[in-house]
Structure formats: C-alpha cells, structure tokens
C-alpha cells in the first residue's frame, strides 16, 4: 500500500506536471484574483486519483491526461435538436465557444447575459461575488481538484443575472465540429430575489469537457434546469454544479445522460435560507463502454428545508453506473426532510452499478430517509404484458420507461417531460 503522504506527493506533482507551461488567462482584478487562488487549490490538492475515497469507483485519467482521445461524432436519430417545440431563447456554443451568429439575441432574455471571456477582462462585475467562491466553498469536505482547474483556466461561459421572471426559457445548446475538440466552460448564474428562470441544456459539448456551474438564488428565487448529455458515444466530460439557496428559494435540476464513454456529473447544494426547496435528479441509460458517476452532497443549513436526490440508471451489455449521494444536516437545521433513493435496472449480467448512499444529521427534529436498489426487469410484470399480446422488445421498453419515470416526475413542466420520455423512446427503440 502507498503511504498517504506519498500519494498526497503524486498528486501534487501531477498537478504540476499538467500546469508546467500553462499560464493563467489574462484578465481584470477580480477574475485573475479568483483564478490565481483556484490554480494554488489545484496545486495543493494534486490531479485526482482512483485511490481518493469519492474516485474509487471512477478512474479519472481520461479526464485529466495531456491529450485528448478522439471521440467520433455520430450522427444518429437523437441527435435531432431537444426542445425544439419550446419556445427558448438560443445562445448556442461550438466546441466550448459562443457563436454569436448562430445565437439568439440575449436581450431577449429578460435578463443580464454577458461572455466569462468579456467579464473577465473588466475590473468590476458582480460575478465577482460567486465566481470561483462557490467552487472554493464546495472543496470542503471533499477536494474537487477538476473544479479548481476549471475556475484557473476557463475562458468561455456565460454568466446569467436575472431580475423578475424571464418570459422564456434561456437554452445553452452545444455543438461541435472537432473529433479532439478538448472545452473548459465556466457558467455564473444568479437570481435575485424573487427571480424565476428555466434554463434549458442539451448537446455535445466536446471530445473532452470539464464544465463548472455556479448558482446564487436569493430569497424566493425559482430556478427549474434541465440537462439532456448524449450523442456521443466516446467523450468523456465532467461536470460541477455548486449551488447556493437563499430562504425560500427552490432548485429543481435534473439531468438525462446516454451514451458517453465516461461521464461524471457532480452537484454541491447548500440550503443556506431558511425553508428552501432542492430538488436534483437524474436518469441515465448506457450501454456497452459506458460509465456514469453521479456525485452528490446536500448540506442543509437552516431549518426546514427540503431536498431530493433520485437517481435512476439503466445499464447493460458491460455499462456502469455510480451513484455517490450525501445528506448533511447541521445542528440549526431541525425540521429537515430530505430524500434520497438511487436504483439501477441491470438488462444482463455484466452491467453493475456501484451506489454509496449517505446520511450525516446532527439535528434531532428531521425526516431523513435514502435507499438503493439493484435488479432486473421484473418477471412477473413482464410476464403480464406478454400474456396479453404486447410484442417482447415493446414491453422491455414499457417497463424501462416506467422505472424511469420517477426521475422524469421531478421535472415540473409537463412538455419538456414528454420531450426527453420521446428522447429515452428513441433510444430505447435503437437498441431493441
């Protein structure tokens, strides 16, 4: 066994190594003051390694490498665009970089849009307040090395302030052009007090992408985001959701994932206000040379807050799934109720899933609960739609999209529910 100080050494040297001739992007006081203190974090904490406890489950070395390994683009029938029939606003990026022409104008948002790599250059900006100090705030308990590399080193990224409520939903939608294109996107958001947003992702970001968003909701702020990942079958990406809640604000996030070589998507929420509402949840179906990791930590710090962690997977033909989920309830945060429930439906034997389920309460007045499950199609029920003269592949279908609804039930809008269920349809018809 490696001593811990010899591996804390390689990390860091490998830290090192990745930033030897790397230099941090120019900019003004605020921006290049939050990515310095990023690249000293980076250095003090090393690349990570499968040996750290919340990477044993997820080899991070594709992620971290020098060069990126090609990932074909398939062009298949879900690669038709995703909310289509939404009335949205486009700000569209090509291999981590906005394209303006093809963008839709961002005023038409209802809300204050301007570019990380504009921002950044100014002395002033009230990005300055959330940039990186999520991200920094979000290193403890748990080092997130990859977080740290982002806020140092990305240049592309929108940072979003919202006022009242936006008229329309506001879509961030990713296309790319390069087998290697290699993207660090950094996104800002903030609601104010009383604000609602509904923010729309979908496509392939890159090869290789390390993406970190920051969420600041004030008191009463309403954010509903909905994150569809597929297309490609060989990229490799990981993403960061830090989120801070004000009293009464409300999170929603969910994210669909197929396909994809290797996918880690981690979420930091901290219920800061009193009676917030954070609801994430995921569903995720992979087959073959597919490993999906989901990494979750709630802290709720005020009194009667809400959380919701659901996670559903579907694997087969080799894939893996992790689900890595924590709930932290402090001392002043009585009257808590948080949920928690990862399951996985294996359609054969070499498909697993690896699930890590956590409570930490310190609060003697909550309702706290988490469960996992593992298994396959139920035989009974499948046995009832064959009895009754449902063709088989159509009846697996059924019973897989009845597993995942109640991922899909977290999503409030009803249409863009029905849109992504069409979207896992699709798929699911692909691969029968």
């Known amino acids: 066994m490696i001593p811990r100080a010899k591996l804390v050494q390689q990390k860091r040297d490998a830290a090192v ?61 879900d690669a038709l665009p995703l909310f289509d029939r939404v009335d949205r606003v486009k700000l569209v990026f090509v291999d981590g970089v906005f394209d303006a022409e093809a963008s839709d104008a961002p005023e038409l948002a209802g809300a204050e849009i301007s570019q990380l790599r504009d921002a950044a250059r100014s002395d002033l900006h009230w990005a300055r307040d959330i940039y990186g100090v999520l991200e920094a705030r979000g290193q403890t308990p748990i080092s997130r090395p990859l977080a740290s590399l982002n806020t140092a080193f990305a240049t592309n990224g929108v940072l979003i302030r919202v006022a009242g409520k936006a008229p329309r939903p506001l879509a961030l939608i990713y296309r790319r052009s390069q087998d290697t294109a290699d993207a660090l ?47 490609d079958h060989e990229r490799v990406g990981a993403t960061h959701l830090f989120a801070r809640l004000g009293a009464k604000a409300q999170l929603k996030s969910f994210t669909l994932s197929a396909n994809g070589a290797l996918t880690r998507n981690e979420a930091v929420i901290w219920l800061d206000g009193s009676d917030g509402t954070a609801h994430i949840a995921g569903a995720c179906v992979g087959d073959g040379a597919f490993h999906h990791d989901d990494t ?62 956590e409570l930490e309460i310190y609060a003697d007045d909550v309702k706290c609960s988490h469960g996992s499950t593992s298994g396959e199609i139920d035989a009974n029920q499948f046995f009832y739609l064959r009895a009754r003269g449902v063709p088989e592949a159509q009846a697996r279908m059924l019973l897989v999209l009845a597993f995942l609804a109640e991922a899909l039930d977290e999503i409030d809008d009803h249409a863009l529910a029905a849109e992504l269920r069409d979207h896992l349809e699709a798929w699911l018809n692909r691969r029968t």
Not at 50 to 68: H, Q
Request: proline share 4%; glycine share 8%; hydrophobic share 40%.
């Open 296 to 357: 979750v930590f709630v802290n709720h710090a005020a009194p009667r807050c809400e959380s919701r962690q659901v996670y559903k997977k579907v694997l087969r033909h080799g894939a893996v799934g992790v689900f890595q989920g924590k709930i932290l309830v402090d001392q002043i945060a009585q009257l808590t109720d948080g949920y928690q429930i990862s399951q996985s439906l294996l359609l054969n034997e070499d498909a697993q899933f690896l699930a890590k389920p």
């Open 17 to 77: 190594t990745w930033l030897d001739g790397r230099a941090l992007p120019e900019g003004g006081v605020w921006a290049t003051k939050a990515r310095k203190a990023a690249e000293d974090r980076l250095r003090d904490m090393g690349m990570p390694s499968k040996r750290d406890e919340y990477w044993r489950y997820t080899d991070p070395r594709r992620l971290t490498e020098s060069t990126v390994q090609p990932a074909v683009l398939h062009d298949t029938g």
């Open 185 to 231: 996107m950094h996104h800002v958001i903030r609601l104010d007090a009383g604000a609602e947003l509904t923010l729309l992702e979908d496509g392939p970001v890159a090869a290789r992408y390390n993406q970190v968003t920051e969420i600041d909701l004030g008191e009463g702020a309403v954010l509903n985001h909905i994150r569809a990942q597929g297309r």
